[in-house]
């Protein structure tokens, strides 16, 4: 037999198409695909969630209080130096700039009450938050991550535990309390920082710096300092706190975590604060205003 003349097997058919979808389920299928539009207002309203559900469990028993006092110090130990070592140039740098201009206008006597105000008011509260977010925010976030990744938090779940109210409560507060504490440091050290550059280097006047600091401050000037820092406490242990919890990808997560936790804190703090000067100067009248 010739190759020719040999059988050949028979093509097999072809497979059956599958038929078109139903419109239905074509748009259950749509639905249920993850629109990467969605996802910053996802993260947004689980921030905004977990804020809420740390505001609730403050008032819950038991309190970890252990765990707050070990935290406070924590933090504290790690942002007191640094935050006394930036305040002097903050002070002496908003001084030195504002002594400046007013020479150049013709009312100089004004420069205390001036640079004392920006310091108070502005720079304050900003360099405690920012100080908070970087070195305590930065170990709260590395700590929950860890304990997350090594599957800690879902044990204590299991076992009845809320991982919120044992952990992320306690941590909060501290970064709170300890930017409250230290937004009053840094004002009095960032006050002294301007008078002495302005007295010594700009050969000011040490009574019209004192006088023009007493005609055009007011106490309303410290209670706003006050809430923006209790404020930005609270968003810098939030932030963190939710970024800990939500890690992606094992060790390499947690470092992500961190540094997202830092760079989101610092745009909502610049945020938040020119929000509340803005109301601030709606409603408070300036002094002899």
Not at 15 to 20: D, F, Q
Not at 117 to 128: D, E, G, M, N, Y
Not at 157 to 168: A, D, E, F, H
Not at 263 to 289: D, S
Request: charged residues 10%; glycine residues 10%.
């Amino acid at each position: 037999m010739s190759l020719d003349q040999r059988p050949t097997s028979p093509t097999p058919p072809p497979p059956p198409s599958e038929p078109p979808a139903p419109p239905a389920a074509r748009r259950r299928a749509a639905t249920r695909a993850p629109n990467p539009l969605l996802a910053p207002l996802r993260q947004t309203g689980k921030l905004f969630a977990l804020g809420a559900e740390v505001s609730r469990a403050v008032f819950r028993r038991p309190f970890q209080f252990r765990e707050f006092v070990e935290q406070f110090w924590f933090i504290a130990s790690v942002t007191i130096l640094p935050a006394a070592l930036v305040s002097i140039p903050f002070g002496a740098v908003i001084a030195l700039q504002v002594g400046s201009l007013t020479k150049q206008l013709g009312a100089q006597s004004f420069t205390g009450g001036a640079s004392v105000l920006a310091v108070i008011q502005q720079a304050s509260p900003l360099i405690v938050a920012l100080l908070i977010a970087g070195a305590g925010g930065s170990a709260i976030c590395a700590d929950l991550g860890s304990r997350k990744i090594r599957e800690e938090l879902d044990a204590m779940t299991v076992m009845g535990v809320s991982p919120v109210q044992r952990l992320v409560v306690p941590r909060v507060l501290a970064t709170m309390f300890v930017a409250l504490l230290l937004n009053g440091m840094v004002s009095v050290v960032g006050t002294l920082g301007g008078y002495f550059f302005n007295v010594v280097l700009q050969h000011g006047t040490p009574g019209a710096y004192l006088q023009s600091f007493s005609a055009l401050a007011q106490l309303p000037d410290l209670y706003i300092s006050e809430l923006k820092a209790l404020i930005f406490g609270f968003i810098a242990g939030i932030v963190a706190a939710y970024r800990g919890l939500n890690p992606r990808g094992g060790p390499k997560g947690v470092g992500d975590a961190v540094n997202q936790s830092v760079v989101i804190t610092f745009i909502l703090l610049f945020f938040v604060n020119m929000v509340m000067t803005g109301i601030y100067l709606q409603i408070v009248p300036p002094k002899g205003g």
